[in-house]
T-cell receptor
């Protein structure tokens, strides 16, 4: 069983919809990351969380340490949000463990 | 200009050939990483380096070697490429004491 599980694997939405992507992990962590991989392959870091909630523009990330669960929300989704969203966790080491990603397609 | 660059961006080679993928960064970060990405799998760590004199194996280092020529340069070599090394390879950097990693654009490698 993977230490980091994401759901759903694939997600399609109409422009304007509220999107939720989930990440569950089975190990103790010191931080959780959300990353975005563009269709061209490039990867950028969106958030790093160790507790609570962070917001950047239309993106909101939350984490529940007790439940070992994090969510990434996108409000008012847009076709340019189409990408693969990757959850990664840092255990008590300096290395990250990555989920397999959620592929999001937003249609006009 | 990109802060983390990878060369080449695409490479097709044959089984048994020696291949080098190069990564350079202008971010001044001390830590550098090599990952591979395969369809349906998460990014997997091949090697990482916390400074020029520190090289460590990741979870899938067999068949690969690395060289940290300078703080800004970290190369990945496939000594004798095989088809199951066909993948997308990413270099990343980070600063000690921080968590965020900055990724290069990736190198798509195909081994025939």
């Amino acid at each position: 069983k993977n230490e980091v599980e994401q759901s759903p694997q694939n997600l399609t939405a109409q422009e304007g919809e509220f999107i939720t992507i989930n990440c569950s992990y089975s190990v103790g962590i010191s931080a959780l990351h959300w990353l975005q991989q563009h269709p061209g392959g490039g990867i950028v870091s969106l958030f790093m969380l160790s507790s609570g909630k962070k917001k950047h523009g239309r993106l909101i990330a939350t984490i529940n340490i007790q439940e070992k669960h994090s969510s990434l929300h996108i409000t008012a989704s847009h076709p340019r949000d189409s990408a693969v969203y990757i959850c990664a966790v840092r255990k008590n080491t300096d290395k990250l463990i990555f989920g397999t990603g959620t592929r999001l397609q937003v249609f006009p | 200009d990109a802060d983390v660059t990878q060369t080449p961006r695409n490479r097709i080679t044959k089984t048994g050939k020696r291949i080098m993928l190069e990564c350079s960064q202008t971010k001044g970060h001390d830590r550098m990483y090599w990952y591979r990405q395969d369809p349906g799998l998460g990014l997997r760590l091949i090697y990482y380096s916390f400074d020029v004199k520190d090289i460590n194996k990741g979870e899938i280092s067999d068949g690969y070697s690395v060289s940290r020529q300078a703080q800004a340069k970290f190369s990945l070599s496939l000594e004798s490429a095989i088809p199951n090394q066909t993948a997308l390879y990413f270099c990343a950097t980070s600063l000690a004491g921080t968590d965020t990693q900055y990724f290069g654009p990736g190198t798509r490698l195909t081994v025939l």
